[in-house]
């Protein structure tokens, strides 16, 4: 019903475009794929009853064909994702800076698709590995196709994309046994790293808990390079790009993460495409940091270094619009993977800087789309294909779908008329803005480039103290699965430079001498013939000692929507308690899930019969925000027979998640490790929907000192 309300959504071209290619057999009978009506689809004709299969059975050869040849290559990297379509919307008129026509009236609404990513798991690998996310949005714009394709975390391992295809075979499973999946791989990854000092801030944040989302809906998005705006002045400000979660950015714990991965490895997947059909929709909002070309060289940092972020505390952000995702796709092969995503693909009034990583990606996305798609008209797949004409001289290649009539497929030409025309700029031709460039042919890198820790120091440091340590453990953990002593080495040297105590309690960790701190060379990457003194990094400060933005906990959003609830319950406990919670929970976006001894339906004490969501064999806390008991000691009684349900509350208290008791459950709660503690922090004992719903949107109760301690 809902996916049917969903599809109703206000008016969306690109939708309209897609239906065009849109079939649905139901009520319909089968044919093949000449359209010829099928008679037997499950029979292969045979010479005689036992006898062989006929090379003449065109209904087998066809249907056999067909599946011997339905997979396509994964993509290299990005290969596991999620997408849906919505809408972008424009809060002004942002002429003054962009002559992007998506930017360019209050209100103006443009379709997206997005697709969310992991980076280095395969297509089947699990949503919590500790890596970070893609973040694609193509906007079918009326002046084209405009591809925002960032990631989750606003700053890349390499400067250059030369190094490209190096970092993903270090993170990718090692080349002999292709070991460990969905992770990053651990002595060639940290191998790689150890080298490469650029790397350190990026090794921030995914050590950090953005490189575990509580949900896609939770995470910001950054366009990392520094891009530029051009008005229709031509005049240019650099731009980087920001997405905001409505709901606030939010993760859960590397334990729970890896709990998940076994539980449900889907489980954004299914947390994005439930949200949508329940009509919770995602939003975020999409701002910019603004720089005057006149400012280029302000910052101790260079603009074109894809290692750096713009502090907000430097540049605010500021806010343009808003992102709605409010339809699920109808084919997860036909949309989501066939879709092509390119940072190349641009409208007038945005335009690239000379950021080496950008130039590089400029190269590699069409190039992958031939090997992936199997030819040049990708473009041409209807989720692909803009909603705006398109009239150009190319022809042929595998499978082209457009019927291009007349003689001419030249320019200039006079048969034609010397049509397709090139469109003026005033009437949206595509002028790239025009930089001045001088300089010598080399191959080098710019001495702007060779600050490599000051802003890994500033994340560092401007993480909360929960913060701080759970990067601590997953460099122990991380570091701790590589087999090689000299490369953890390495790192623990490397981690020196970011930050002394940081290194030393991964050292401890590792069991390596902590106060290890290697001499330069740290860097490995300069042509062979340079002094590799003058490749060394630069101990750089930032102007800044702290940027608050930079922690998860300073955009805690509003509200508890896309939050679950696990309600444990059983017969005889209290159902209008239970009701009166679930609509409150409702109220506000959130799932609520009944989780019993059984499947099927249980009875409360008033005797009404109340569907059971998920056995407690068939689920676990760590796929929950929150836990309920409700009243109802007969429930509780119950309940606490099956250490299940013990474990399931006891391990919602060790992941720092908000738990309600209410009258009789007590007698569950009593039967917890974590009942030991005679005043628990963030356990509601009788007090209403209210206080738990408050609670919950604070996410997790960090100051639960005696949460670790919980041996579950
Ligand atoms: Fe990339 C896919 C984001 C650097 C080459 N990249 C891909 C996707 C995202 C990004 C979100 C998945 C798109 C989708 O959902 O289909 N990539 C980034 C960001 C980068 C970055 C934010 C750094 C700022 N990428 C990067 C470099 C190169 C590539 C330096 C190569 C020079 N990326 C690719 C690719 C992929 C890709 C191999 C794989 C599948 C695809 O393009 O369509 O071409």
Not at 368 to 393: C, D, K, M, S, Y
Request: aromatic share 10%; with cysteine; net charge negative.
């Amino acid at each position: 019903m809902d996916a049917e309300k969903n599809k109703e959504k206000p008016e969306n071209s690109k939708i309209d475009d897609l239906y065009m290619n849109t079939e649905d057999g139901s009520g319909e009978v089968m044919s093949n794929n000449q359209g010829v009506r099928v008679n037997d689809d499950h029979n292969s004709l045979t010479a005689g009853e036992r006898g062989p299969t006929l090379l003449e059975d065109f209904q087998f050869r066809e249907k056999m064909t067909h599946f011997d040849h339905e997979r396509i290559p994964e993509r290299i990297v990005h290969a596991r994702g999620e997408g849906a379509h919505g809408f972008f919307e424009s809060y002004g008129d942002f002429s003054e800076i962009t002559r992007a026509s998506f930017l360019s009236e209050k209100g103006k609404r443009t379709p997206v698709f997005t697709r969310f990513s992991t980076v280095a798991g395969f297509k089947g690998s699990t949503d919590l590995a500790r890596d970070v996310r893609g973040f694609a949005v193509k906007f079918y714009t009326d002046e084209g196709n405009y591809d925002l394709v960032g990631n989750n975390m606003p700053v890349f391992f390499i400067q250059d994309a030369m190094k490209f295809p190096d970092l993903v075979h270090a993170v990718k499973p090692e080349q002999d046994n292709e070991i460990p999946q969905a992770a990053s791989a651990h002595d060639t990854f940290w191998d790689f790293i150890s080298l490469m000092p650029e790397s350190m801030h990026m090794i921030m944040w995914v050590m950090s808990d953005r490189a575990i989302p509580r949900s896609l809906s939770m995470m910001e998005g950054f366009g990392v390079h520094t891009f530029r705006f051009v008005n229709s002045k031509g005049e240019s400000h650099f731009v980087k790009f920001h997405w905001k979660p409505k709901l606030g950015t939010h993760s859960v714990t590397w334990e729970e993460a890896q709990k998940i991965s076994g539980q449900d490895p889907d489980f954004h997947r299914r947390d994005l495409w439930e949200a949508i059909e329940n009509g919770n929709f995602p939003e975020w909002e999409f701002g910019v940091q603004l720089v005057e070309e006149k400012d280029e060289h302000k910052f101790d940092f260079d603009l074109l270094d894809p290692t750096k972020i713009i502090p907000e505390e430097l540049v605010p952000v500021k806010i343009l619009g808003r992102m709605v995702l409010n339809r699920n796709p109808d084919n997860f092969f036909a949309e989501t993977e066939q879709v092509a995503f390119h940072p190349g693909h641009v409208v007038p009034g945005i335009d690239f800087t000379n950021d080496p990583l950008l130039q590089g990606r400029l190269f590699s996305y069409t190039d992958t789309q031939l090997i992936r798609l199997g030819g040049p008209n990708f473009a041409e797949i209807p989720i692909n294909r803009p909603i705006t004409p398109v009239h150009n001289n190319q022809r042929g290649g595998y499978m082209r779908q457009t019927i291009n009539r007349g003689k001419g497929s030249y320019s200039p030409n006079q048969i034609s008329g010397g049509c397709p025309f090139q469109a003026k700029m005033a009437d949206g031709g595509f002028v790239s803005h025009q930089e001045k460039v001088e300089g010598y042919k080399i191959r080098n890198r710019s001495k702007s480039f060779m600050d490599h820790f000051s802003q890994a120091k500033l994340f560092y440091e401007s993480q909360t103290e929960v913060e701080q340590d759970h990067i601590v453990k997953a460099l122990r953990f991380e570091l701790g699965k590589v087999g090689r002593e000299e490369i953890r080495e390495r790192m623990v040297g490397m981690l020196t430079y970011v930050n002394e105590s940081l290194a030393k309690k991964v050292a401890l960790g590792l069991g390596i001498n902590p106060i290890f701190k290697p001499d330069m060379p740290l860097n490995h990457s300069f042509p062979a013939d340079a002094n590799p003194a003058d490749y060394q990094p630069t101990e750089a400060k930032s102007s800044i000692e702290k940027s608050e933005k930079l922690s998860l906990m300073a955009s805690p959003g509003k509200g508890i929507q896309g939050r679950s609830i696990a309600i444990l319950a059983n017969d005889g406990v209290d159902g209008g308690q239970v009701e009166l919670y679930q609509d409150a929970l409702k109220n506000e976006g959130a799932n609520s899930k009944i989780i019993s001894l059984h499947s099927g339906w249980i009875t409360g004490a008033e005797g009404a019969k109340i569907k059971v969501d998920h056995s407690l064999a068939t689920t676990s806390s760590v796929l929950f925000d929150a836990v309920l008991v409700p009243d109802g000691l007969q429930s509780a009684e119950a309940l606490k027979e099956d250490s299940t349900a013990i474990r399931f509350l006891d391990e919602a208290y060790r992941h720092y998640k908000f738990i309600a008791v209410n009258g009789g459950g007590s007698d569950l709660w009593a039967s917890t490790y974590a009942s030991k503690n005679s005043d628990p922090k963030g356990v509601f004992f009788d007090e209403g929907p209210g206080t738990f719903i408050d609670a919950i949107a604070k996410h997790r109760i960090w100051e639960r000192e005696d949460a670790e301690k919980i041996p579950v």
